[in-house]
């Protein structure tokens, strides 16, 4: 009786050991996929604060097509994800390597903010000229007053004065909740001014992930007049 329940133990342990063995293999397996995802065609980030609703409110999660597979040009009107260092993202000597290992696999994951990603949307492009503000109050693009139907309700297109001309190669880029938003307006004294390179753009979202009573695409192309 006694080599029964002993053969029995063993068994378990045994099928209990098998049974953590696949579900490691299998957190592992979905982890190398997620990161070919990631690495070839999307990209996932948290979105922290207000400042592009009612697009994007804070707190989703959305995904975002690779710029390299997306053939078409940056546009004004576009929603664009950027990476903000040397333009939008403060200098920062980190929280020491434990922290910032762990900070990094969340935001590699998308559970918390990419502290050096940005999501706005281009209003001027190379060659325009963007100011504000009209006498009737809205944003100037190459001399014409900005019709913006996705501003945040009751929001001004800007308190702050600006006259920019945007060089080649360059985006100037506000977010759609202009009163919660630093954007390149709070940029305009700093080294750049603002402005923030194209080949700094990631991506743009295609879709929100989550929470799931938001999950579907979204459209950030803007089909656009032209203004030149």
């Known amino acids: 009786m006694r080599n029964n329940a002993v053969s029995r133990?063993?068994?378990?342990?045994?099928?209990?050991?098998?049974?953590?063995?696949?579900?490691?293999?299998?957190?592992?397996?979905?982890?190398?996929?997620?990161?070919?995802?990631?690495?070839?065609?999307?990209?996932?980030?948290?979105?922290?604060?207000?400042s592009m609703e009612p697009l994007l409110d804070e707190g989703d999660r959305i995904a975002v097509v690779r710029a390299t597979l997306d053939s078409a040009p940056i546009a004004r009107g576009d929603v664009v994800v950027f990476d903000g260092r040397g333009s939008f993202a403060?200098?920062?000597?980190?929280?020491?390597?434990?922290?910032?290992?762990?900070?990094?696999?969340?935001?590699?994951?998308?559970?918390v903010p990419n502290e050096t990603v940005y999501v706005k949307r281009v209003v001027g492009v190379g060659g325009d000229r963007v100011r504000c503000c009209t006498a009737g109050g809205k944003i100037e693009l190459n001399g014409v007053p900005?019709?913006?139907?996705?501003?945040?309700?009751?929001?001004?297109?800007?308190?702050?004065?600006?006259?920019?001309?945007?060089p080649a190669g360059r985006l100037w880029l506000l977010g759609d909740h202009r009163s919660e938003s630093a954007d390149s307006r709070a940029?305009?004294?700093?080294?750049?001014?603002?402005?923030?390179?194209?080949?700094?753009?990631?991506?743009?979202?295609?879709?929100?992930?989550w929470p799931l009573d938001r999950l579907g695409g979204l459209t950030t192309h803007t089909k656009e007049k032209d203004t030149k």
């Open 187 to 209: 940029l305009l004294g700093a080294p750049g001014g603002g402005l923030v390179r194209e080949d700094k753009v990631i991506g743009r979202p295609v879709a929100i992930l």
């Open 9 to 50: 133990a063993a068994t378990e342990r045994q099928s209990r050991l098998r049974g953590w063995r696949s579900v490691v293999i299998a957190l592992v397996l979905a982890l190398v996929v997620w990161g070919v995802i990631r690495a070839v065609l999307f990209e996932a980030f948290y979105i922290p604060s207000g």
């Open 90 to 111: 403060p200098l920062s000597s980190g929280r020491g390597w434990p922290a910032d290992v762990v900070r990094g696999v969340a935001e590699w994951l998308g559970l």
């Open 146 to 166: 900005l019709e913006e139907p996705y501003l945040y309700p009751g929001d001004a297109p800007s308190a702050q004065v600006f006259d920019v001309v945007v």
